[in-house]
Nanobody, 121 residues
């Protein structure tokens, strides 16, 4: 069974950058579609970005397009979310996820534990 462990969250100033990592074990990450989601207390979880197994489908939420980049390193069996030009409204708990179907659609079968990202001066 695939397990995902997140790291890299923290506090960053507006305009700064941060990269989240999500290390996989129990499976090969390149066999899955991967995605990043975020949630603010009191609000619905929203999709941030995802990429299919073959890389043919890459999606970004309009709010992060041009600032965030999703990627995976097959050698390290790890996925990343590079976040640049961060804004206060990016503050949230970020979750990595993987889909067995290999496409950027539900269901998302495996989830990381969440990483807090706080953007504040």
């Amino acid at each position: 069974q695939l397990q995902l462990v997140e790291s890299g969250g923290g506090l960053v100033q507006p305009g700064g950058s941060l990269t989240l990592s999500c290390a996989a074990s129990g499976g090969t990450l390149d066999n899955y579609a991967i995605g990043w989601f975020r949630q603010v207390p009191g609000k619905e979880r929203e999709g941030v970005s995802c990429i299919s197994t073959n890389g043919g489908a890459i999606k970004y939420a309009d709010s992060v397009k041009g600032r965030f980049t999703i990627s995976r390193d097959n050698a390290k069996n790890t996925m990343y979310l590079q976040m640049n030009s961060l804004k206060s409204e990016d503050t949230a708990v970020y979750y990595c996820a993987a889909a067995s179907g290999g496409l950027c659609v539900s269901p998302w079968n495996y989830w990381g534990q969440g990483a807090q990202v706080t953007v504040s001066s």
